[in-house]
């Protein structure tokens, strides 16, 4: 697995932006992910769309990967763990959660959080919240738009489309630095990607992928020139 990162500076503190889809703020020793939408896949095979048991394996990988390279003593997911109730892929997440017993896993609660506090505990989840915060730092699934605090948000996927030299198109997921929130990519690669503009014109934007990452400001449209 390549790691490729970006150092920002968001509510005073240095957070590292890394292109497999998490934050890192080292003064915490803390990995910060959204959006892994566990049994999204499952969910789709129970509905007759072939979609390979392996695309959830992935993510678990590479979190155990991430978690190996950080050495992090606590994660925080911004909401969306599980996409669509109890599931076989949990058992993945739990298996995860048990061989890293020394790590803190938080959750913040999404949309599709559906399940109950005891079942997420059962999975390893210490903590489950509404919104949380921690020093300069809050969380919520949701975008905070405006918000005097710095908030840590997901639910978005953001995405962003470049104009490559030869006139097609690439898609690609990114963070989004904001005055006031910085918006997370999903976690799962199994997902959508929303091409928004931000109406911050401050915001800028960090894309990625497997080689990667690069900063683009001021994002004026759905396309970038490349």
């Known amino acids: 697995m390549n790691i490729h990162e970006k150092r920002i500076i968001f509510a005073g503190e240095e957070l590292i932006l890394n292109n497999q889809r998490t934050v890192y703020w080292s003064r915490k020793n803390m990995l910060i992910l959204s959006d892994f939408h566990l049994g999204k896949p499952a969910y789709f095979r129970e509905n007759g769309i072939a979609i390979p048991k392996s695309v959830a394996m992935k993510d678990i990988k590479t979190l155990e990967s991430l978690l190996i390279y950080y050495g992090a003593e606590q994660v925080i997911i911004v909401g969306d763990l599980v996409h669509a109730g109890t599931n076989k892929e949990l058992t993945l997440f739990k298996a995860l959660v048990q061989k890293f017993r020394e790590v803190r896993f938080l959750l913040i609660k999404g949309n599709h959080d559906s399940i109950s506090s005891s079942q997420l505990e059962a999975l390893g989840i210490s903590n489950v919240h509404n919104e949380l915060q921690i020093d300069p730092v809050s969380f919520s699934h949701n975008s905070r738009p405006g918000s005097k605090k710095h908030w840590i948000v997901g639910h978005i996927h953001p995405g962003i489309r470049i104009e490559m030299p030869t006139k097609r198109f690439i898609r690609l997921p990114c963070f989004v630095q904001a005055t006031s929130e910085l918006i997370l990519p999903a976690f799962s ?22 080689q990667g990452i690069f900063m683009i400001e001021h994002f004026s449209g759905l396309d970038v020139k490349g």
């Open 189 to 210: 690669r199994f997902t959508g990607l929303d091409m928004f503009r931000h109406a911050d014109k401050k915001a800028s934007y960090f894309a990625f992928y497997e």
